[in-house]
Structures are given as C-alpha cells and as structure tokens.
C-alpha cells in the first residue's frame, strides 16, 4: 500500500513538470522585445522588410557610382515614390537590402539634390528646367540681362548710384523679368534633363531647346564684335552660342566656323528707361506760286533748316525691343526754317492765222 502511494505521486509531479514547461516557454517568448524594423513602400505598394533604413540608402548611394560621377555629386538618393515606414514586430521575414535595392532599379529612378526651376508663363504652359546649383542659375539669369542691357548701364544701375543727367543722356529707372520665377530644392529623378552648369542654363533661357542653327564663316578682318554686329546680336549671345569662344577678344581664325542662331528668350528682360535725347525737327518746304513766272519756272528762295528739341520719354523695353514710349517733355532749342520753293504758273499761247477757219 505504501509502495502504490510512492509510486502515484511521483506520476503526479512528472505530469506537474510537463504541463509547466510549455507553459513556461510560452511566457518566455512573449516576454521577448519586439524589434525595431522598417516597412518599405514604392509607389503606396509593400515591397519588403529591412533592418536598418541608413544601410538601404548607403546600399543605394555606392551602387549608384555611375550617377555620382556623372553629376559630380557625393550622394544619390531613393526614388521619390520611395516610402520608408518604422515599426515594431516579433517577425524575423527581413529583406535584404540588395533586394530591395534591386526591385527599386528595376521600377523607379534614383534621385540626386538639386533645384526645379519654374517660369510661369501665365497664359501658356509653365517651363520647368533642373539644375543642381542656384548660384548657376542666379549667374545665368546676370548673363541673360547682359544681352538686352549695356554692361555700363547694368553696372551703374546695380550699384544703385544716382544718375543725374545735366542735358541728354539715359538711365535706368527700373529693370525686372516679366514671369514669376520659382526655385525649389528637390530631389531630381535620374532621366530628367538637368543643366549643369552657368553657360548651359544661359544657353537655355535665351535660346529654349528649339535653337535654329546658323552659322558665319571668318573672314579676313572679322572680330566677334563685327560678326555680332552684322549679324544683329549683342556679343554675350554670341559668346552663349558658342561656348568655346572665351571672350570678345578671342583670336578667330579666317575658314572658322560661328554659329550666329537668333535669340529667342524663355524670360522677358524688361527695362524701364528716362531718356534725354536731342531730336532734329525735320523743316517742311513750302510752295508758292508765281503767276508772273512761266509755267516750268522753279527756284529755292528761302533755304531749309532742320529746328533742334530736347525730347524727354518714358521708355520700356522688353527683351531690347521697345513696347512703350511715352513723351513726358519737348523743349525747342532751335526753331526750324522751312524752306520756300518759288513755282511759275503763267503760260503762253500763239495762234497760227491760217489755223482760224473760214466762215465763207
């Protein structure tokens, strides 16, 4: 009887041990923390889990070498329909980042930092351009004024010093762009179109992407100066044209081949003008008729002289043209002389007897 005793508690207790342990375990393995994981999204679509959100993008920038060293920049960033979520969870389903790396390639591009310029053109469609350096733009913007304004002019007006214009002369009284013009940092995809540099911007603002090639050959004597003369452009716009030509004292070699496209300009460079000008008063000629003159009979008695005035105007230009001249004051300096043109008017007429007809 004692030995059955002995025997039905140690069942009891071995029974006791097994329905702990699971229990046990159990306990242990909810007690465990979750880990700290990030959930990726490509376009608002799930496309893994991953550790760590600093080496997906460190993956990203060293893979994508080929882009650094094209844009000369140290780092290339995700997709802008890239989404990185953080969250807590006991899963151990993790992805790689070279997998994820891999379904980003082969559905999106990569991105580099820079800037979207916006031109809002009111009526027709905004112009939209990337560039990765502001200080270009803001450059190319200095170099696009330049064609439309005398660098002089430009130079006294920026400093802003005051013109005071003792009996003719000009200044500028305002100079502003047009459209409304917007620059925003952003990540740029891969396949835009981005310019690089202060003369690719400049080319671009004066020319847009639709530039009609045409082009000078030198000729014994030329100078940029004169080829831009001839052919009705300021010397910046050639130097945008032709971006091997350095400056207006580049040496041109007779055969040499300059390409002479005419402007036109995404921006409209707009001058507003005080202009003190001499003017002539172009003298009038006035006929008198001499009836003691025969017909055929001409003769100057009163000699012509052009007046002088002093003409003072409002004028605004829009990208070197001018839109609006208003005359603000006239002040005849030297009257004019008209000229006084004497004109014969008499006549003669001898009857032949033998021309009358006989009336029997």
């Not at 699971?22 to 994981?37: A, G, Q, S, T």
């Not at 002369?169 to 990540?187: R, S």
């Not at 004597?221 to 004292?249: F, P, R, Y």
């Not at 017909?295 to 990208?319: A, D, H, L, P, W």
Request: glycine share 4%; charged share 30%.
């Amino acid at each position: 009887m004692k030995k059955e005793k002995v025997t039905s508690i140690v069942i009891t207790i071995l029974l006791s041990v097994f329905c702990i342990i699971p229990i046990f375990e159990f306990k242990v393995y909810r007690n465990e923390k979750p880990m700290d994981l990030y959930r990726v999204y490509l376009d608002g679509k799930s496309i893994g889990v991953i550790e760590s959100k600093k080496r997906l993008e460190n993956y990203i920038n060293d893979e994508q070498k080929e882009l650094r060293e094209k844009y000369n920049v140290e780092t290339v960033y995700a997709p802008k329909s890239l989404y990185i979520s953080e969250y807590k969870s006991y899963s151990s389903n993790i992805s790689s980042e070279k997998d994820i790396y891999n379904i980003i390639y082969e559905n999106e591009k990569f991105t580099i930092r820079g800037y979207q310029i916006t031109i809002d053109k009111n009526e027709e469609d905004d112009i939209i351009f990337y560039t990765l350096n502001k200080e270009d733009f803001e450059n190319a913007i200095t170099s696009v004024v330049k064609a439309f304004i005398p660098a002089e002019d430009l130079e006294v007006f920026l400093s802003g010093e005051e013109v005071v214009i003792e009996k003719t002369g000009k200044k500028i009284e305002d100079l502003y762009i047009k459209e409304e013009i917007k620059i925003k940092e952003t990540f740029i995809p891969s396949d835009e179109v981005i310019l690089l540099n202060e003369k690719e911007i400049t080319k671009y603002l004066l020319f847009g992407t639709d530039i009609k090639e045409k082009y000078y050959t030198v000729r014994a004597g030329d100078t940029i100066e004169s080829i831009a003369d001839a052919n009705k452009l300021a010397v910046e716009e050639l130097l945008v044209v032709n971006q091997d030509l350095k400056s207006k004292n580049n040496i041109l070699s007779i055969g040499q081949e300059v390409s002479v496209a005419l402007i036109s300009p995404i921006v409209t460079i707009v001058s507003e003008e005080h202009a003190v000008e001499e003017k002539e008063i172009p003298f009038k000629t006035e006929i008198v008729y001499d009836n003691s003159k025969f017909y055929g009979f001409s003769e100057i008695k009163q000699e012509g002289r052009n007046g002088i005035q002093i003409v003072t105007q409002k004028i605004k230009y829009e990208n070197g043209d001018i839109v609006n001249a208003l005359i603000a004051n006239t002040e005849v300096v030297t009257e004019v002389i008209n000229s006084i043109k004497i004109v014969g008017t008499k006549t003669t007429s001898s009857i032949d007897p033998s021309d009358i007809p006989d009336l029997g």
